[in-house]
């Protein structure tokens, strides 16, 4: 496959990604959302800001090192390339990156609470654990991107954080991967909420993950 053609698959699949979000109804009221898909190892096309109506011709190429290299971003949007790259960085398996205020796993990041493990979507779409809240800092900030590098290190499995008083940071092998996965937490969000009122949620048995990846590894053969 050329650059040219890996470029369009990667700018498809966002935007396909993307779509999937809105259609899920994971979304934010305003809509603000922004994703990314690795092209090579040092650069990522990047989401202009909001992705609602998104086109592949709206995506930016960007590097790891924050600079554009084709199409244009708003200023605003410049400020989150810091968030993504440090997710490549971090992790050189991850293909895409997508950050959203979904509303249910807002609340847990707006509270600094992880969000606990405790629904099968989430085991089956690669958070096999709590997604644990990296501390505040200014969007874009080396605050923010230390906070984030630091969880990364300290959590090397987790394919998902919260960010502290801001939303939803989820990454994968591929953008549909990372939505499917987003789609998992956010409806696992609402779940912690709903349980709470009813005597709150309860762990998995001892031994769930090994049966559901043994569950899949059956279907798969």
């Given at each position: 496959?050329?650059?040219?053609?890996?470029?369009?698959?990667?700018?498809?699949?966002?935007v396909?990604?993307?779509e999937?979000?809105f259609?899920?109804?994971?979304?934010?009221?305003?809509g603000h959302?922004?994703?990314?898909?690795?092209?090579?190892?040092?650069?990522?096309?990047?989401?202009?800001?909001?992705?609602?109506?998104?086109?592949?011709?709206?995506?930016?190429?960007?590097?790891?090192?924050?600079?554009?290299?084709?199409?244009?971003?708003?200023?605003?949007?410049?400020?989150?390339?810091a968030?993504h790259?440090?997710?490549?960085r971090?992790r050189?398996?991850?293909?895409?990156?997508?950050?959203?205020?979904s509303?249910?796993?807002?609340?847990?990041?707006?509270?600094?609470?992880?969000?606990?493990?405790?629904?099968e979507?989430?085991?089956?779409?690669?958070?096999?654990e709590?997604?644990?809240?990296?501390?505040?800092?200014?969007?874009?900030?080396?605050?923010?991107?230390?906070?984030?590098?630091?969880?990364?290190?300290?959590?090397?499995?987790?394919?998902?954080?919260?960010?502290?008083?801001?939303?939803?940071?989820?990454?994968?092998?591929?953008?549909?991967a990372?939505?499917?996965?987003?789609?998992?937490?956010?409806?696992?969000?609402?779940?912690?909420?709903?349980?709470?009122?009813?005597?709150?949620?309860?762990?998995?048995?001892?031994?769930?993950?090994e049966?559901?990846?043994?569950?899949?590894?059956?279907?798969?053969s």
């Amino acid at each position: 496959m050329s650059d040219a053609q890996g470029k369009k698959e990667r700018a498809d699949q966002l935007v396909e990604a993307a779509e999937g979000l809105f259609t899920a109804g994971v979304m934010s009221h305003s809509g603000h959302a922004n994703l990314s898909a690795r092209l090579d190892d040092d650069s990522f096309l990047l989401t202009p800001g909001f992705v609602r109506g998104l086109r592949p011709e709206d995506l930016a190429a960007v590097s790891l090192d924050r600079q554009v290299l084709a199409g244009r971003l708003r200023s605003v949007s410049a400020e989150i390339i810091a968030m993504h790259s440090t997710v490549y960085r971090a992790r050189p398996q991850v293909g895409a990156v997508i950050h959203t205020h979904s509303p249910a796993a807002t609340a847990f990041a707006v509270a600094h609470r992880p969000l606990p493990c405790r629904t099968e979507p989430m085991l089956r779409f690669g958070q096999a654990e709590d997604v644990p809240v990296v501390p505040w800092g200014p969007r874009g900030s080396d605050v923010s991107v230390r906070g984030m590098a630091e969880i990364l290190e300290r959590r090397p499995t987790t394919a998902a954080v919260l960010l502290a008083n801001h939303g939803l940071l989820v990454f994968g092998p591929d953008s549909a991967a990372a939505a499917h996965l987003l789609v998992a937490v956010e409806e696992s969000a609402e779940a912690e909420l709903a349980a709470a009122a009813i005597g709150g949620a309860v762990d998995f048995p001892e031994g769930a993950v090994e049966a559901v990846r043994a569950a899949i590894a059956r279907v798969a053969s």
